[in-house]
């Protein structure tokens, strides 16, 4: 299955400011559409129940949220919500109604660190970054950024995963499509 992570920081890894609103600064046009593609592509959207509940769904696009609300599994129409902690990813799929083979994850920073190791980790993390940009006291794109004062690129790489050369997206924004090296 591929599992591609995606996540738009500032210079300092932060997804979020310190609202937890993802501010203006880090909007970006090209970065967008990269990011629309992604989720275009996949079977089903990943995110967390922050970021379901904020944004709308005009694509109507199938969507696992994951949340401490449910015990395991609850299925409410293209929306499957989901507990890691009472079923694994694999139940979780069986909700929907087509095979399940590419899931685009849309964050937040529980959801991004859910799939950075273990048995269903991504098997690329984009990582857009909007260079210029600072969000003190903001979140990070994953707990050991805010909680241990680690880079992103420091997170990944002790994870597993090796960068390619950057691609630029647009006038100061670039993109990092982290893969797990061989171990």
């Given at each position: 299955m591929r599992i591609e992570g995606y996540a738009v920081v500032g210079d300092d890894d932060r997804i979020a400011d310190?609202?937890?609103?993802?501010?203006s600064v880090l909007k970006n046009e090209a970065e967008w559409a990269f990011f629309q593609a992604g989720l275009d592509a996949?079977?089903?959207t990943v995110l967390g129940r922050a970021s379901q509940d904020a944004t709308p769904n005009p694509k109507r696009r199938r969507r696992l949220v994951m949340t401490r609300s449910v015990r395991d599994v609850q299925v409410d129409?293209?929306?499957?919500?989901?507990?890691?902690?009472?079923?694994?990813l694999r139940?979780?799929?069986?909700?929907?109604p087509v095979p399940v083979?590419?899931?685009?994850?849309?964050?937040?920073?529980?959801?991004?660190?859910h799939f950075l190791a273990g048995p269903c980790r991504f098997t690329t993390f984009h990582l857009s970054r909007v260079h210029g940009v600072n969000l003190p006291g903001g979140r990070g794109v994953f707990g050991a950024v805010e909680s241990?004062?680690?880079?992103?690129?420091?997170?990944?790489?002790?994870?597993?995963?090796?960068?390619?050369?950057?691609?630029?997206?647009d006038d100061g924004v670039d993109v990092?499509?982290?893969?797990?090296?061989?171990?």
């Open positions: 310190a609202t937890g609103g993802m501010p996949a079977d089903v129409g293209a929306t499957v919500f989901w507990n890691p902690a009472g079923a694994a139940h979780a799929l069986t909700g929907f083979r590419h899931i685009a994850i849309a964050g937040g920073r529980d959801v991004f660190d241990r004062g680690l880079s992103a690129a420091q997170v990944l790489t002790a994870a597993g995963y090796v960068p390619p050369s950057p691609m630029a997206l990092v499509s982290w893969a797990p090296g061989s171990l």
